[in-house]
């Protein structure tokens, strides 16, 4: 195999096993410009990246599966465990007259075993399926008021009134230099 055709190889082997074009270009020890200038001359090449990629992909039935073995671990489940204990009793072989070894059950048994919910697998299967119900984020929306009530004491001019209300207040209405408020110093 020419050296290129390795290359060409190793490449489409690194994207069937999953990873992305530049992961397995680097991995093969070819320069992403390669890559795909080979992917530009040659059309049978272009193809089998195509399928080397969906060799990648996990199949529907898959994702099932694999949903399904989420959700039992969720649930928890039962399974039998089977112990096996061999012993080596020598049998004489018919065709050749010699004596073997052969492994032959010495004692089996039989546990039924239970696996308990898992309480990470519910966590992602509950923020995952329901996430209107089941959030995974703190919600920081406050709730309450606040009071707007100001004293304002003024020095100067002692006959001018502050609005005590929001709806009083004028703001059309231009204070005179005399009316207009000083601020405090302390």
Request: charged share 35%; net charge neutral; proline share 4%.
């Amino acid at each position: 195999m020419k050296p290129k055709e390795h290359e060409r190889s190793d490449v489409l082997n690194y994207i069937a096993q999953g990873y992305s074009q530049k992961e397995a270009c680097a991995k093969a020890g070819i320069a992403e410009k390669t890559f795909y200038r080979w992917q530009d001359e040659d059309s049978q090449f272009r193809q089998l990246v195509r399928n080397a990629q969906d060799e990648a992909r996990i199949s529907k039935a898959d994702v099932r599966a694999v949903e399904q073995s989420l959700l039992d671990i969720a649930r928890g489940f039962e399974y039998e465990e089977v112990k096996t204990e061999y012993e080596s009793r020598e049998v004489i072989d018919e065709q050749t007259g010699k004596k073997e070894f052969k492994p032959v059950i010495k004692k089996q048994v039989r546990t039924q075993k239970r696996v308990v919910p898992n309480v990470e697998a519910i966590k992602f299967l509950l923020t995952n399926r329901d996430p209107q119900n089941w959030k995974n984020r703190i919600d920081t929306m406050q709730m309450g008021s606040i009071s707007t009530d100001l004293n304002i004491t003024m020095k100067g001019d002692a006959d001018y009134q502050f609005p005590s209300k929001e709806s009083e207040l004028d703001l059309t209405r231009q204070p005179k230099n005399d009316e207009r408020p000083t601020t405090a110093q302390g």
